[in-house]
T-cell receptor, first 111, second 115 residues
Framework: GQQLNQSPQSMFIQEGEDVSMNCTSS?????WLWYKQDPGEGPVLLIA???AGELTSNGRLTAQFGITRKDSFLNISASIPSDVGIYFC???????????WGAGTKLIIKP | KAGVTQTPRYLIKTRGQQVTLSCSPI?????VSWYQQTPGQGLQFLFE???????NKGNFPGRFSGRQFSNSRSEMNVSTLELGDSALYLC??????????????FGPGTRLTVL
C-alpha cells in the first residue's frame, strides 16, 4: 500500500541529545499527525498539524507542517529514557481519505 | 473511562483457517478503524466503520472483512489465512469518522501468527 517516506528508520542516541525525524511524500497532505508506539501497545497521538507552516509543541516535542504540504518534521529535545519507542508520521489528503502512515522511526537511547 | 479493548491479544492459526478478531471501542465512540501492522511497514488501513456502516476501505483482498454492531463493537474476519497475514492487528476508535481530524485511540492490538 501507499506509504510516506519516514527517516531515519532507527536512531541510537545518548540521553540528553536532541532528536530529529521527518516524513516526506510525493502527494500534498492537509493533515499531518505524529504518533508514538510503546512495546505491546497501540500508537498514541502526540501532535496534530492542520495548516501548512504550522509549528506545534507538546512539551519537549515540536512538530512542523512543511510549507510545501509534502513533508513534516518532529523534534524531541533533551531526550530521556521514556522517549524510546517507535514514532510514526501519518498524513491525510482530506477527511474522505484514510490516513497514510510512515514506516516508523525506532528511537533507542544508549545507556 | 476504559480504553479500547481487543480480544484476543495473541492468536496462532494455520494456513487456510479463518479468524475473527474483536474490538470494543471507548464508551461513546461510534467510529472504529482497523489496521494491519507489520515490521518495517507501518500501519496499513483495512476499513473504517461508523454507525454499523463501512465508511472506508483499504486495499486488502476480499478475505478481509469486518462489521460493526449496534453497540459500536466491531469484529474483523480473515478467511483462508496465508502466512503473510501474520501481523499485529490494531483497532482504533473515535467519536466521529475521519481519521485525520478526530483523535483516534488505539487498542493494544491482536498479534496473529499464521503457521
Amino acid at each position: 500500500g501507499q506509504q510516506l517516506n519516514q527517516s531515519p528508520q532507527s536512531m541510537f542516541i545518548q540521553e540528553g541529545e536532541d532528536v530529529s525525524m521527518n516524513c516526506t511524500s510525493s502527494s500534498i497532505f492537509n493533515t499531518w499527525l505524529w504518533y508514538k508506539q510503546d512495546p505491546g501497545e497501540g500508537p498514541v497521538l502526540l501532535i496534530a498539524l492542520y495548516k501548512a507552516g504550522e509549528l506545534t509543541s507538546n512539551g519537549r516535542l515540536t512538530a512542523q507542517f512543511g510549507i510545501t504540504r509534502k513533508d513534516s518534521f518532529l523534534n524531541i529535545s533533551a531526550s530521556i529514557p521514556s522517549d524510546v519507542g517507535i514514532y510514526f508520521c501519518a498524513g491525510q489528503r482530506d477527511s474522505n481519505y484514510q490516513l497514510i502512515w510512515g514506516a516508523g522511526t525506532k528511537l533507542i537511547i544508549k545507556p | 473511562k476504559a480504553g479500547v479493548t481487543q480480544t484476543p491479544r495473541y492468536l496462532i492459526k494455520t494456513r487456510g483457517q479463518q479468524v475473527t478478531l474483536s474490538c470494543s471501542p471507548i464508551s461513546g465512540h461510534r467510529s472504529v478503524s482497523w489496521y494491519q501492522q507489520t515490521p518495517g511497514q507501518g500501519l496499513q488501513f483495512l476499513f473504517e466503520y461508523f454507525s454499523e456502516t463501512q465508511r472506508n476501505k483499504g486495499n486488502f483482498p476480499g478475505r478481509f472483512s469486518g462489521r460493526q454492531f449496534s453497540n459500536s463493537r466491531s469484529e474483523m474476519n480473515v478467511s483462508t489465512l496465508e502466512l503473510g497475514d501474520s501481523a499485529l492487528y490494531l483497532c482504533a476508535s473515535s467519536y466521529f469518522p475521519g481519521q485525520g481530524n478526530n483523535e483516534q485511540f488505539f487498542g493494544p492490538g491482536t498479534r496473529l501468527t499464521v503457521l
